[in-house]
């Protein structure tokens, strides 16, 4: 949902403005700007259950959290950002550093903090409550300076990207709810295996695993070579693991990746503006070299034929308004 566009706004109300959408939607801060007066701004919010994201894109800005104003706050988040566009200053903890383009960042939201970019720049974020979290602040601390060290970094920064950077679509997906849960055990085995709390991290491993399995599975959707193998050894679990993983949830595991890739597919032959120019370049993006069985599973599952839908969307969209 958008909850700020300055560009509807007067100039000088732009400031007051911003201020307001960041205190009431990421945490209570104090903004400054590059350039006063060319402020330029979007914001977006969108709630999935356990998870929050919270996506800014604006001219040169910086957010301030003093000291002050962190004890007079109950802010409770835990965040993963995702700079985009330019490198991200943040002060925290003590401690400055520089996060480049889609470096992921972690931080207690419930601490002091100086954070901002120049020129025009942007941060992706997803934000997860501690209680929800169910890690204590120690060990998130200790992860916030070894995010890197974990060996879910990659996978963790892939999940956020994806569901930061698509979460218009997928909050309205019918399955907002779940990516919040999965995302929130995402980031509780991403600060366990940083912060090194081997007893923790071998509970929620487990507890984990469906979510850390159907995440690597959606973010590699696109890959042909996906295979149950390379899924098995990217989340350290046996073949009958993840057999069986498939198996409680009632579906198999080539099935549910056939559905995802079909309802993906879908979803750009019906885009206001088509990303492919046939039908086969569709179904190779999506994982499907042969087209016939595109077509195939695509009518079994849609009821129309590729082609079908795609003449469709176009009709649509060239017909004379009424």
């Known amino acids: 949902m958008l909850v700020l566009d300055t560009q509807s706004l007067p100039p000088r109300e732009r400031a007051e403005a911003f201020q307001a959408t960041v205190s009431g939607n990421c945490s209570a801060s104090m903004a400054s700007f590059e350039d006063p007066a060319a402020i330029e701004a979007k914001m977006t919010v969108s709630d999935f259950g356990r998870a929050k994201v919270f996506n800014i894109e604006a001219s040169g800005t910086t957010l301030r959290r003093t000291p002050r104003i962190a004890r007079a706050s109950d802010e409770s988040s835990i965040v993963l950002a995702l700079p985009m566009r330019t490198d991200n200053h943040l002060m925290w903890a003590r401690e400055g550093r520089v996060f480049g383009p889609r470096d992921l960042m972690l931080v207690d939201l419930s601490l002091p903090y100086v954070y901002g970019w120049r020129g025009g720049g942007a941060s992706y974020a997803l934000h997860v409550d501690v209680d929800h979290l169910g890690v204590p602040r120690d060990a998130i601390h200790r992860a916030a300076r070894e995010l890197r060290v974990s060996p879910l970094y990659e996978l963790v920064r892939s999940h956020v990207a994806h569901l930061t950077g698509q979460a218009g679509d997928l909050v309205g ?38 979510a850390r399995v159907q995440a690597y599975v959606r973010n590699n959707l696109r890959d042909p070579e996906l295979t149950p193998a390379r899924i098995a050894a990217a989340n350290a679990i046996s073949l009958r693991t993840l057999y069986k993983l498939y198996e409680s949830l009632g579906q198999s595991l080539e099935q549910s990746i056939i559905e995802q890739r079909l309802h993906g597919a879908r979803a ?55």
């Open 173 to 210: 997906s019918g399955a907002g709810a779940e990516l919040g849960a999965a995302s929130a055990e995402l980031m509780r085995a991403l600060v366990l295996t940083a912060a090194g709390d081997g007893r923790r991290l071998r509970e929620t491993l487990h507890s984990s695993m469906q």
């Open 268 to 322: 750009d032959l019906t885009a206001a503006r088509p990303r492919y120019t046939s039908i086969a370049a569709t179904a190779r993006a999506w994982g499907f070299a042969n087209p016939s069985f595109f077509t195939t599973k695509f009518r079994a599952a849609f009821g129309v034929t590729p082609r079908q839908i795609a003449t469709a969307q176009r009709s649509a969209a060239t017909a004379p308004p009424e």
